[in-house]
C-alpha cells in the first residue's frame, strides 16, 4: 500500500503546493525549515486542513476536498512519532505505550507489547513517567507508542532533532529497522542529508512549498537541482560491503572492484552498508595523483557535467565503486579539461565520510 | 457539651449542605465552560466570558435580585421550573443556587488557567494515536488539570459558605430553610444578646475558610506532583 498525496494551502504569502507518492517503506520529505514539510505531514495527519487536495492510503481515503470528505485525525489509523515526543507526563511508560490500542480496532492489533518492548530496549521503564526518562528513551517510548497503535501509516516529523549526535545514533538503527520490518509507508521530514541517506527509500526534496525532486536517495540527492538545500546536500550513495577492520583504526569496505578505507565502522565483516559520499568532499584529477595523503583514490569516467547557478558545477564520475559526485569551480573543471568521457581521477579523504554518512540498513537501494 | 444552641447548628448545617451542592453541581458545568473558554473559538465567546464574571463584579444584591427575578415563583424560568417540580424560592435549593452563582467565576478562572496551561500538543498527540475527542479531554486533559479543577472547587466551597447578598435578596433569612451561617450572624447581630452566637458561628465561618483553603493547597500540591509524575 502507498501513500498518494496531493494538496495546495496557503498561509500569509506562503503557498504550498505539492504532489508525490510515498511507497511502502520510508520516504523522507527533505528540505530546510520553512519549505513546508512539517504542514505536509501534519495534513496528512489531520491535524491542518489544506485548502484542497487529496490523500489516501491505497484505496483508503483519508481527505478528498472534492467531495469534502477530511477524516478526523483519530479516525486516520496513525502512528505519529514527534520531534518533542509528546509523551503523556501524567501516564506511565507502559500506559503511554498501550494508548492507542484502545482504539485500534479488535483483530487488527499486529503488534505484541512484548515484542515491540523488546525491540526498544525499554523493558526497565515500563513503571516509570516520561519526566524521569532521557531524550533518546523518550523517543524510544514515543517509537513504541505509535506502533502499538498498530497503524496504517506512521508519520515522524524530525524524530531526532532535538537529540545530542550519540543520542541520534541510538535511535537511527530503530528507524532502519521500521523501514525494513513494516510493509506499511514511512513518511520522515528531515532536513539532514545524513538522515536522508541512511534511511530513505524514497526522497522528496521540497523547497518553498514544491517538490524540487522525487526519487530514490541517490538520484535525488545526486541531482544537482536539489542544491538549494544546502551544498552539502549533493552527494553519492555507495552501496558497500564491510571486509575488515584494521588496528589503525580503518575500515575496509568493498565497493564494485574498488577498496575505500573510512574511519572505523560499528558493522562486522561482511555486512552490506550504504555509504553517503558528499560532493562537497570529492576532488578530482586528471592524472593519477602520486605523494598524496589521502587513502581513497578512484579511478573513473566523467559521465555527466551538470552547470548549476554560481561558479560552481557537479561533475558525476563512474569509477568502479559506483557513480561519484564532485563539486568544483568551473575554473578547475575548464584547467583540468574534464568533458564528458574524460578520464580522471577521484580523490575521497578517509575522514570526510562521518559516522552518520554510513548506514547498516538490509535495504541497499539506489 | 452543648456548645452550639440548636439554632446555630441548623445554620452551619444549612451553610455546609447548600454550598456542597452548589459546588458539586456547578462543577460539571464550570469544566465545559472553563474548557470552551480555553480552547474553542466561536461567536459570543467574550460574552460568554462576561456573563460568567458578572456576578464577581455586581452588586451581590443585584446578583440576588436577578435571581429572583429569573428563578422566582414567577419568574421565566422559576414558573417553568415549578410545573416540573423544581422549587428554588425561600427553600435550600435556592440558598445553593445563589451560592453557586457566586462561586462560578471563581471556579471557572481556576480551572480555566489550568486548562490553558496544558500543551495542546498532547492533546493532539492523543487524537493522533485514534482517541476521539471527548476520550482525549477524560484521558488527557482532565488528568493534566485536576489540580486546577480541585483548587477551583475547594475556592468555590468557600466563596460559597461565605455568600451572603445575594442568598438573602434572593431566599430571605429563613431560619432551617435559607439561613445560612453568615446570615444567621447578621440575625444574631440584630437581637439583644445575640452577640455570643454570633462570635460562636464567625470563630467557626473562620476556621472553615481556613481548613478550605490549606485543603486546597495540599490537595492541588499532592495531584500536581501526582501529575508530574515523581
Same mark, same amino acid.
Do not use: C
Given at each position: 500500500m502507498s501513500l498518494s498525496v496531493a494538496l495546495s494551502h496557503r498561509f500569509g504569502n506562503f503557498e504550498l503546493d505539492v504532489t508525490f507518492e510515498a511507497p511502502p517503506g520510508l520516504t523522507v520529505l527533505f528540505g530546510r525549515s520553512g519549505s513546508g514539510k512539517t504542514s505536509i505531514i501534519n495534513s496528512v495527519a489531520g491535524l491542518l486542513r489544506p485548502r484542497s487536495g487529496r490523500i489516501a492510503a491505497g484505496d483508503w481515503l483519508l481527505m478528498d476536498s472534492a467531495n469534502g470528505l477530511s477524516l478526523p485525525p483519530h479516525r486516520r489509523r496513525l502512528g505519529y512519532i514527534f520531534q518533542e515526543g509528546r509523551l503523556f507526563p501524567h501516564l506511565t511508560v507502559r500506559q503511554n505505550l498501550l494508548y492507542g490500542r484502545w482504539f485500534a480496532p479488535k483483530g487488527e492489533t499486529r503488534e505484541d507489547l512484548g515484542r515491540v518492548v523488546d525491540m526498544l530496549g525499554i523493558g526497565a521503564l515500563l513503571g516509570r513517567r516520561p519526566g524521569t526518562l532521557s531524550g533518546g528513551e523518550k523517543q524510544r517510548v514515543a517509537i513504541g507508542r505509535a506502533l502499538l497503535a498498530s497503524p496504517r501509516i506512521i508519520l515522524a516529523d524530525e524524530p531526532l532533532a532535538s537529540l545530542d549526535e550519540a543520542r541520534k545514533d541510538e535511535i537511527l538503527p530503530y528507524f532502519e529497522r521500521l523501514r525494513d520490518e513494516l510493509s506499511i509507508p514511512i513518511l520522515y521530514v528531515s532536513h539532514s542529508a545524513a538522515e536522508v541517506a541512511r534511511l530513505a527509500t524514497t526522497v522528496v526534496a521540497l523547497g518553498d512549498g514544491r517538490v524540487l525532486a522525487q526519487g530514490t536517495a541517490a538520484s535525488v540527492l545526486g541531482d544537482p537541482t536539489v542544491a538549494p538545500l544546502g551544498v552539502r546536500a549533493v552527494g553519492a550513495i555507495i552501496p558497500a560491503t564491510v571486509v575488515a577492520h584494521h588496528d589503525d583504526g580503518l575500515s575496509e569496505l568493498a565497493a564494485g572492484n574498488e577498496r575505500l578505507f573510512l574511519p572505523t565502522v560499528p558493522y562486522p565483516p561482511g555486512r552490506r552498508l550504504r555509504v553517503r559520499i558528499s560532493a562537497h568532499e570529492v576532488m578530482l584529477a586528471s592524472k593519477k595523483p602520486e605523494g598524496l595523503s589521502a587513502l581513497n583514490v578512484l579511478s573513473g569516467v566523467v559521465e555527466q557535467i551538470r552547470v548549476?547557478?554560481?561558479?560552481?558545477?557537479?561533475?558525476?564520475?563512474? $569509477?568502479?565503486?559506483? $557513480?561519484?559526485?564532485?563539486?568544483? $569551480?568551473?575554473?578547475?573543471?575548464?584547467?583540468?579539461?574534464?568533458?564528458?568521457?574524460s578520464p580522471c581521477f577521484a580523490i575521497v579523504k578517509t575522514v570526510a565520510i562521518a559516522p552518520e554518512d554510513v548506514s547498516g540498513g538490509a535495504a541497499v537501494s539506489g | 457539651m452543648e456548645w452550639l444552641s440548636p439554632a446555630e447548628w441548623t445554620a452551619v448545617a444549612l451553610s455546609l449542605r447548600t454550598s456542597f451542592w452548589a459546588t458539586l453541581v456547578s462543577l460539571p458545568l464550570g469544566i465545559f465552560v472553563a474548557y470552551a473558554l480555553a480552547r474553542w473559538q466561536f461567536p459570543g465567546k467574550q460574552l460568554l466570558n462576561g456573563l460568567v464574571l458578572l456576578p464577581l463584579i455586581l452588586p451581590p444584591v443585584v446578583t440576588g435580585y436577578l435571581l429572583l427575578l429569573a428563578f422566582g415563583t414567577r419568574g421565566p424560568i422559576g414558573s417553568l421550573l415549578q410545573d416540573m417540580g423544581i422549587v428554588f424560592a425561600f427553600r435550600w435549593t435556592g440558598a445553593a443556587l445563589a451560592a453557586?452563582?457566586?462561586?462560578?467565576?471563581?471556579?471557572?478562572?481556576?480551572?480555566? !488557567?489550568?486548562?490553558?496551561?496544558?500543551?495542546?500538543? !498532547?492533546?493532539?498527540?492523543?487524537?493522533? !494515536?485514534?482517541?476521539?475527542r471527548a476520550w482525549v479531554f477524560l484521558t488527557v486533559t482532565l488528568p493534566l488539570v485536576l489540580p486546577g479543577v480541585i483548587a477551583g472547587a475547594i475556592l468555590a466551597f468557600a466563596k460559597a459558605m461565605g455568600e451572603f447578598g445575594a442568598t438573602i435578596t434572593f431566599v430571605s433569612n429563613i431560619p432551617g430553610q435559607t439561613q445560612t451561617m453568615p446570615s444567621a450572624i447578621y440575625a444574631f447581630l440584630q437581637i439583644p444578646g445575640g452577640d455570643a452566637s454570633a462570635l460562636r458561628l464567625v470563630v467557626i465561618s473562620v476556621f472553615i475558610a481556613m481548613a478550605a483553603l490549606l485543603l486546597s493547597e495540599l490537595v492541588a500540591k499532592r495531584v500536581a506532583r501526582w501529575v508530574a509524575g515523581s
Open positions: 548549476g547557478e554560481g561558479p560552481g558545477l557537479i561533475v558525476s564520475v563512474r $569509477t568502479d565503486a559506483g $557513480t561519484l559526485l564532485a563539486r568544483l $569551480t568551473k575554473r578547475s573543471a575548464a584547467n583540468l579539461e574534464l568533458a564528458e568521457g | 453557586g452563582v457566586m462561586a462560578f467565576p471563581l471556579m471557572v478562572r481556576a480551572i480555566r !488557567l489550568s486548562i490553558e496551561a496544558v500543551d495542546p500538543k !498532547l492533546e493532539q498527540a492523543g487524537a493522533t !494515536l485514534g482517541a476521539p
